[in-house]
């Protein structure tokens, strides 16, 4: 690969990236609408999906948990604020919401994309259809 060659894969990379980076908070802020009418920590209701945040677990550079929806909740600014300054709460709500996925996660997160290598086309096909389902199946709220 010449060195343009590979300017040309960097820059298409980081287009896909935030491509699918915009899905997800779509998809994460829709589904807390869904399962909840608003921000999945304190249950405020909101009007729209776009009043929410989307609140990463493990952080947006654990690249093999960037596009995972089990890492993402939608909240409000407030809740969303709160529990980046208080680590040990949001362990707390971590566990609550992954229940045992917490500690998949956990794994998933200290892997690197070479262990664990990401398929973009794949993961915007995924993430695609988790929309389409949202749409396709308005169950209204669900409990959490
Ligand atoms: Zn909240």
Redesign the pocket.
């Known amino acids: 690969m010449t060195s343009q060659q590979k300017l040309a894969s960097k820059t298409d990379n980081r287009r896909v990236r935030k491509r699918l980076d915009s899905l997800f908070r779509e998809y994460i802020r829709k589904r807390a609408m869904k399962r909840c009418g608003g921000?999945e920590?304190?249950h405020?209701k909101k009007g729209s999906y776009k009043d929410l945040q989307t609140a990463h677990f493990h952080s947006r550079s654990k690249y093999t948990l960037r596009w995972d929806e089990r890492n993402a909740v939608g909240?409000?600014g407030?809740?969303h604020m709160y529990l980046d300054s208080h680590p040990e709460d949001k362990i707390e709500f971590e566990r609550q919401i992954l229940g045992d996925d917490y500690d998949k996660l956990y794994v998933l997160a200290h892997m690197t994309t070479k262990q664990s290598p990401i398929d973009y086309i794949l993961v915007e096909i995924y993430l695609k259809q988790l929309l389409e389902q949202l749409i396709e199946n308005p169950v209204g709220y669900v409990e959490l």
């Open positions: 921000c920590r304190c405020a909240m409000c407030g809740c």
